[in-house]
């Protein structure tokens, strides 16, 4: 079972709020995107989990939008209709008021129908100034984002992206794998805000979902390790 946010225990809460301090510190960043090496690590989860975290902050636009064009899954996190929502837009086929959805205070922009060109659509001039133009009415806009290892995608939307978080799932993804995903990123100059190392399990078979969160100030990593228990 899939541990949300606003159903967690309060350690998975704190774990959250906990990401949420370390990132509003740099007044920079509004738009986060959320990827992973390969499927099935948790970045559908924990990008889900953290932009609801954020929408509980008083007087906070939060977006969330699916850009995992080729598997979408937000929708199902939330249970909400994937009829409609991003490809029409961005192909002018239907007006932003009628695609968003909302979960409480977050308002959500699904994938919507599956397109031919999904790499093109995603590094089109129309969606990069959507995403700039957007800024404007949100104060913060996560992207849920397919696996480095699959498509370019990610590596294309990273650069129009202020930044950008890698989650890693403990014991299954390939080391290898986990570095060439870092280079990958940094080859096109995205902003590693910092890495969740997800799905860690300790000696008595607990699962913990650890979060290694960092980021640079005054050329000095600082590092906070947050974690959860998973059910």
């Given amino acids: 079972m899939v541990a949300k946010y606003e159903e967690g225990e309060h350690a998975l809460v704190e774990a959250y709020r906990s990401m949420r301090s370390a990132i509003i510190v740099n007044k920079t960043i509004k738009t986060i995107l959320v990827t992973s090496s390969e499927m099935n690590e948790g970045k559908t989860t924990t990008v889900s989990n953290l932009a609801k975290c954020f929408s509980d902050l008083e007087d906070k636009n939060v977006l969330l939008i699916d850009c995992d064009l080729r598997k979408p899954s937000i929708h199902k996190y939330f249970n909400i209709d994937n009829e409609r929502g991003l ?19 977050l308002e959500i922009l699904t994938t919507g129908p599956r397109v031919k060109n999904p790499s093109e659509l995603l590094e089109s001039e129309r969606m990069m100034d959507f995403i700039e133009g957007f800024k404007c009415k949100y104060d913060y806009i996560f992207i849920d984002s397919p696996p480095v290892s699959r498509t370019n995608d990610s590596c294309t939307m990273a650069k129009y992206i202020d930044g ?52 640079e100030d005054s050329k000095k990593s600082k590092f906070n390790i947050f974690k959860k228990k998973r059910r």
């Fill in 87 to 105: 490809t029409n837009y961005i192909n002018e086929e239907i007006t932003f008021e009628e695609v968003i959805k909302k979960s409480g205070n």
């Fill in 164 to 215: 950008t978080i890698i989650v890693s799932a403990s014991n299954e993804v390939d080391v290898d794998l986990a570095k060439t995903t870092k280079k990958r990123l940094q080859k096109v100059n995205a902003n590693i805000l910092g890495v969740i190392l997800n799905k860690f399990k300790q000696a008595n078979d607990i699962y913990y979902h650890y979060y290694d969160y960092y980021y």
